[in-house]
C-alpha cells in the first residue's frame, strides 16, 4: 500500500471529522517586513472584538514577529505537540482579548518526518483545533520554505500583503507566479485577497492593486480583490516597541480605522460563511502532507 493510501485509511478509518471548520486565512507576502505580522495581529484582534473565536498560527521561524509585539513567551509550540506529547491547550498561549497565539516553532518545517502515528494524532489534535476556533490567522515570515509555501498555496483564503515600494510590488508578482505555475494550485478553491499597506493616501493603495491584478489577471490567470489599504501611521511602530498593538494602543488611529474596514470586509464575506463547505485547518495540513508524499513519490 502506497502511503498516500496510507494516509486516507488513517484519516477514514479513525473519522477524523471535526465538527466544524475554521475558517483559515493566510497572511503572506513577497517581500518581507511589509506588515503581515501587525495586520494578522490587529485583525485577530478586530474579529474576537465581532464575538470570533480567533487563533493564530505563527508561522514565523524568522524573529518570532508577533511574540516580540505582543510580548508573550510561549513555552511550547507545535513542534512539542507534534512530537512530545504536549496537548492543544498546553500550546495555546493566551493572547490580548482571547485570542490564542501557537507558535509553529520548528513544528511545520519537521511536519514532513513525521511517523504515520505522529501524524494521526497531529490531525485528530488540529480537528479540536477546528472545532474550537472560528477563524484561524496563519502568520508567514519573510523567506517563505517550501513547505510554509505549500500552506500558502493550498490556503483557500490567502492575504497578500504588499506596499507600494517597487520591490514589494515586483516581490508580491514573483510569489503570485510561483502559485500560478504549480499545476495543483487551487485557481477555483482558493482566492488571493489583496492588502495594500503604509500607503500615502487611497489613490496609491488603488494603484498598487491595479499594477498588480492587471499583470497577474494576464499572464497568470490569477484574478486578486482588493481588500483595501492601510496608510503609512507611525503608530504602528510606536505599538510594536510598546508591545501592545494599535488595536489597543492606538484605536482611534488612522491605520486601525483602516484594519477595521478590512476586517469587516473579510467577515462580510459570504463565500467563506459557511464552514462545512471550508476545508478548514486539519484538512489543510493533511492536503500538504499528501502533496509530499506524493512529490517523494514523483
Ligand atoms: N502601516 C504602517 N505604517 C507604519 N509602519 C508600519 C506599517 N505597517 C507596518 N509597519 C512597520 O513595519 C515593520 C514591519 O512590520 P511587520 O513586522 O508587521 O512586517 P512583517 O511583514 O510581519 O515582517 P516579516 O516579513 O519580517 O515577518 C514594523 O516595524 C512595523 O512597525
Ligand atoms: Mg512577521
Known amino acids: 500500500m502506497d502511503q498516500a493510501q496510507n494516509l486516507r485509511n488513517i484519516i477514514k478509518k479513525d473519522n477524523i471529522k471535526p465538527v466544524s471548520k475554521a475558517r483559515v486565512i493566510t497572511v503572506t507576502s513577497g517581500k ?19 464575538g470570533k473565536k480567533v487563533i493564530i498560527l505563527d508561522a514565523d521561524f524568522g524573529l518570532a514577529n508577533i511574540e516580540v509585539m505582543l510580548g508573550i513567551r510561549p513555552q511550547y509550540s507545535l513542534a512539542d505537540l507534534m512530537f512530545r506529547g504536549k496537548s492543544l491547550t498546553d500550546i495555546i498561549c493566551e493572547g490580548p482579548e482571547g485570542v490564542g497565539f501557537i507558535s509553529g516553532g520548528s513544528g511545520i518545517q519537521e511536519m514532513l518526518d513525521l511517523t504515520q502515528d505522529q501524524l494521526l494524532n497531529l490531525t485528530r489534535r488540529l480537528s479540536e483545533l477546528d472545532d474550537r476556533a472560528d477563524i484561524v490567522i496563519i502568520d508567514t515570515g519573510a523567506g517563505i520554505s517550501e513547505s510554509v509555501m505549500e500552506f500558502v498555496m493550498l490556503s483557500e483564503e490567502i492575504l497578500l500583503v504588499a506596499t507600494p515600494e517597487p520591490t514589494s510590488i515586483t516581490d508580491a508578482y514573483a510569489l503570485l507566479k510561483t502559485f500560478g505555475r504549480k499545476p495543483d494550485y487551487m485557481r477555483v478553491n482558493s482566492k488571493v485577497e489583496l492588502i495594500a499597506n503604509r500607503v500615502s493616501n487611497a489613490e496609491d493603495g488603488m494603484e498598487l492593486y491595479q499594477k498588480l491584478s492587471s499583470v497577474s489577471e494576464k499572464f497568470l490567470d490569477i484574478s486578486l480583490k482588493y481588500m483595501g489599504a492601510i496608510p503609512f501611521d507611525k503608530n504602528i511602530s510606536k505599538a510594536v516597541m510598546q508591545q501592545k498593538p494599535i488595536a489597543q494602543s492606538y484605536p482611534n488611529s488612522p491605520a486601525y480605522a ?8 473579510v467577515l462580510g464575506d459570504k463565500v467563506f460563511d459557511l464552514s462545512r463547505q471550508r476545508k478548514g485547518l486539519a484538512e489543510l495540513f493533511m492536503e500538504v502532507f499528501r502533496r509530499a508524499v506524493k512529490k517523494s513519490e514523483e
Do not use: H
Open 258 to 265: 483602516a484594519i477595521e474596514d478590512i476586517a469587516d470586509r
Open 32 to 50: 518581507g517586513g511589509v506588515g503581515k505580522s501587525s495586520i494578522s495581529i490587529n485583525l485577530a484582534i478586530t474579529f474576537a472584538r465581532r
